[in-house]
């Protein structure tokens, strides 16, 4: 089968998510725009799971799909896929919640225009002081471990009114796109 990393790779070929079976015959019509050379609908339609079965991807369909990324054949596809180096440093920017001082205020904002203020007591635990276009409210508490910029804003649990509501994920789709220590 297909790895969901080539899967993304033809995705940003073809700059388009396939997210309908329509998709599949207009990436048809760019595969042999680009390779001189066809892949059927239906092989496609397979490969992104609109259709379902286990028939393995024909020699001749992966060797088109790698000439389509831009590789000679698909032995040379993987070849360069297994060279890719798979980790990296980089610069995180984040919260470190063990070092914060009680009271310290923390705000937080993601899409769309979704602002949180959150005070630190102590434990992980945080108090909403603000709270602009979010489903969380005012007092309630939350327990974080971790708030990490480009990340989503993952909520140990919630307790609102002495009763507690779970876990809670917030900027599932975009990340939280901004932090900041507002006083310590």
């Given at each position: ?88 440093f980089?610069?995180?920017k ?33 108090e909403?002081?603000h ?54």
């Open positions: 089968m297909i790895s969901i990393v080539t899967i993304k790779q033809i995705e940003q070929k073809f700059n388009k998510e396939i997210r309908y079976p329509s998709d599949c015959e207009a990436l048809a019509g760019d595969i042999l725009h680009v390779t001189k050379q066809a892949i059927s609908t239906s092989t496609l339609k397979r490969i992104f799971g609109f259709i379902t079965g286990s028939k393995e991807p024909r020699l001749y369909t992966l060797d088109v799909i790698a000439q389509y990324l831009g590789y000679s054949n698909w032995d040379n596809y993987i070849e360069n896929q297994l060279n890719i180096d798979n980790s990296d980089l610069p995180i984040q919260i470190e919640i063990e070092k914060l001082p009680p009271n310290a205020v923390v705000e937080i904002l993601y899409a769309p225009e979704t602002k949180l203020v959150l005070n630190y007591r102590e434990n992980f635990e945080f909403i002081k709270s602009i276009n979010s489903k969380l409210q005012e007092k309630d508490l939350l327990k974080i471990f971790n708030i990490v910029k480009d990340y989503p804003l993952i909520i140990n649990s919630v307790t609102r009114n002495n009763v507690n509501l779970g876990s809670y994920k917030a900027a599932k789709i975009s990340g939280i796109t901004e932090i900041n220590i507002l006083e310590q």
